[in-house]
């Protein structure tokens, strides 16, 4: 198993990784599927169903629209949000969906996709079907998707195992470490910090392409959290949630320096950090997932905060901060999960506060066994958290919750580092916890809407 720096940090659009970057490149590969077929001249009509937590929360999250903009053939990272409302307004006028090198083929946008609120299917909780009809209503083409988290997509062979996704393709890396403690030892013999060893694995993969890679990673993060601090509003949805990031941001630059500040101020600026991304988020914008969309702003907030707060923080910092963080992303995607449709938020949340913890002890100096410590104490101490988003919206209580997150982050980070890096409890055992305990939560506070926060809302 390898997963890069580049699939646990992707560009791409909010709100949400799962249920609508993953829908939109599966809808995306359904089409390019479509494409090659022989047949594909005979295809009249394509059809396309959500299941599980795809049906229920969906609409929330804009699922609909990324899955016509997919069979438009928009990719996340490259799609301009500021022209999908023209296109999906286009497409509800034309009804049509023209596969590449072929005719168009009728999709009726209001009639062709539908929300199934039956049993999800078997896979995982978030399933997708793309079938592609014969004028005489004989399937052409039918594909099952999966999204997973984090914008991951997986078909159901490649689930299965029949056939190889590139994330189940063996590690060609000098560092090929699968849980905490084997990456612990590699450092051990080798001497070499997490960052080293990830950016070794990383280099064997991506070439010269890492570094513009990382910089590129780290503007996109920039230029959202910047965003986020200039704009206010309020966010799309019919919930009626106010961006609060630009406010705050301002009351903190008055309060900066004078004796009106207090000593917690330093956790207001987390707080804004974060908030300033995960609105973002929510408004459709270009983010980074950090590992998900829903968790976005844990990471570039305390990268921010390491950044602009830290002493002796430098580029080389930032970047150690990144690979770490990427490093421990991917050991829990891979042991356990990143989906809050599969193990509630703290899979998400959790999980990014995690990776910014380990990222923040290796910028200030950690060494590999305070790293895997701060990550530990992050992922603890959110054990159990579920997912609730109300009305199936990113925003209650997923932008908060980012903020918290990333406070609880650097206060992993710290503690480790006022330790020596032993520990009680490893990493990998946390980490098996998490999917434990995702495992046996009750589907309601998995990304469903039906259950926690999104049922018990205030009287208006
Ligand atoms: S509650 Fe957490 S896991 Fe659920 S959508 Fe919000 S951020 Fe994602």
């Known amino acids: ?30 089409l390019t599927a479509l494409a090659t077929l022989p047949d594909r001249a005979g295809c009249t009509r394509l059809a396309v169903s959500l299941h599980g937590s795809l049906a229920f929360t969906g609409k929330g999250h804009a699922t609909d629209r990324a899955v016509f903009l997919g069979l438009m053939g928009c990719l996340p990272e490259t799609l301009d949000p500021d022209q999908a409302e ?14 590449p090198e072929g005719d168009p083929v009728a999709f009726d946008p209001d009639h062709d996709l539908v929300f199934d609120y039956g049993p999800p299917l078997p896979g995982h909780a978030n399933g997708m079907v793309f079938t592609a009809f014969y004028p005489s209503g004989e399937i052409l083409l039918r594909q099952v998707f999966y999204s997973v ?27 090929p470490f699968t849980s905490a403690v084997e990456m612990l030892r590699m450092g051990k013999g080798t001497g070499l910090s997490i960052a080293a060893m990830k950016e070794a694995n990383e280099r064997a993969r991506h ?35 106010r961006r609060r990031a630009r406010g705050l941001h301002q009351q903190l630059l008055s309060e900066r320096g004078s004796n009106q500040a207090q000593p917690h101020a330093a956790t207001d600026w987390l707080l804004v950090y974060a908030m300033a991304v995960n609105e973002e988020n929510a408004a459709g914008g270009r983010v980074v997932t950090a590992p998900t969309n829903g968790a976005a702003g844990v990471v570039p907030a305390v990268l921010r905060y390491y950044r602009d707060h830290c002493i002796g923080a430098s580029a080389a910092g930032a970047r150690q901060f990144l690979l770490t963080a990427a490093a421990i992303g991917g050991l829990i995607k891979h042991r356990a999960s990143i989906s809050g449709a599969e193990c509630g938020c703290q899979a998400e949340v959790g999980s990014a506060s995690a990776m910014a913890a380990a ?15 701060a990550a530990e104490i992050a992922l603890e101490h959110h054990l159990g958290m579920t997912c609730d988003p109300v009305a199936g919206l990113v925003q209650v209580p997923c932008i908060e919750r980012n903020g918290l997150g990333a406070i609880k982050a650097v206060s992993a980070a710290s503690l480790a580092l006022r330790g020596d890096g032993q520990h009680f409890m490893p990493l990998d055992n946390c980490i098996e916890t998490m999917r434990q305990t995702g495992q046996d939560m009750a589907d309601k506070y998995k990304e469903t809407s039906i259950g926690g926060l999104a049922v018990n809302l205030p009287e208006c």
């Open 149 to 175: 988290g984090g914008g991951f997509v997986v078909s159901e062979d490649e689930l299965s195992g029949q056939s190889s996704s590139r994330d189940s393709v063996p590690a060609d890396v000098p560092y």
């Open 359 to 373: 990222g923040l002890c290796a910028a200030l100096g950690g060494t590999n066994e305070q790293v895997e410590n």
């Open 207 to 241: 070439g010269p392409e890492l570094e513009p890679g990382l910089e590129r990673l780290q503007a996109a993060m920039n230029a959202c959290l910047d965003r986020g601090l200039r704009h206010d509003g309020i966010l799309p949805g019919g919930l009626s949630v």
């Open 1 to 30: 198993m390898f997963l890069s720096v580049f699939d646990i940090f992707k560009i791409g659009i909010g709100p949400s990784s799962s249920h609508t970057m993953g829908p939109m490149v599966a809808a995306s590969r359904f």
């Open 86 to 99: 023209a296109m999906v307004a286009q497409l509800r006028v034309n009804r049509t969906i023209t596969v």
